[in-house]
Nanobody, 116 residues
């Protein structure tokens, strides 16, 4: 059974930082491309960042320079370090695991709220 379990969300003031974690089980983690998506209230889910099995990364323009995605294959975990957070980063953040566009798994999401 595949499980993706996110953690690390919460309430933070503008300009603050959070680190999200996503622990995976039931998959051969190192061969999967891992990604973070987010969904704000009333909006569609959007791509945030991805890290491929080989380690290369890609980000949506709005988070470049502020967010960093990384992975620890020994721990089957992907991270999203979020710095200089803005109110518009408020959303539920979802972890995604994808293999060759054929296998596709999602976590349950973790809430991030940026507010003073």
């Amino acid at each position: 059974q595949v499980q993706l379990v996110e953690s690390g969300g919460g309430l933070v003031q503008p300009g603050g930082s959070l680190r999200l974690s996503c622990a995976a089980s039931g998959i051969t983690f190192k061969i999967y491309d891992m990604a973070w998506y987010r969904q704000a209230p009333g909006k569609q889910r959007e791509f945030v960042a991805t890290i491929f099995g080989g380690g290369s990364t890609n980000y949506v323009d709005s988070v470049k320079g502020r967010f960093t995605i990384s992975r620890d294959n020994a721990k089957n975990t992907v991270y999203l370090q979020m710095n200089s957070l803005k109110p518009e980063d408020t959303a539920v953040y979802y972890c995604n695991a994808r293999y060759h566009g054929v296998l596709d798994y999602w976590g349950q999401g973790t809430q991030v709220t940026v507010s003073s």
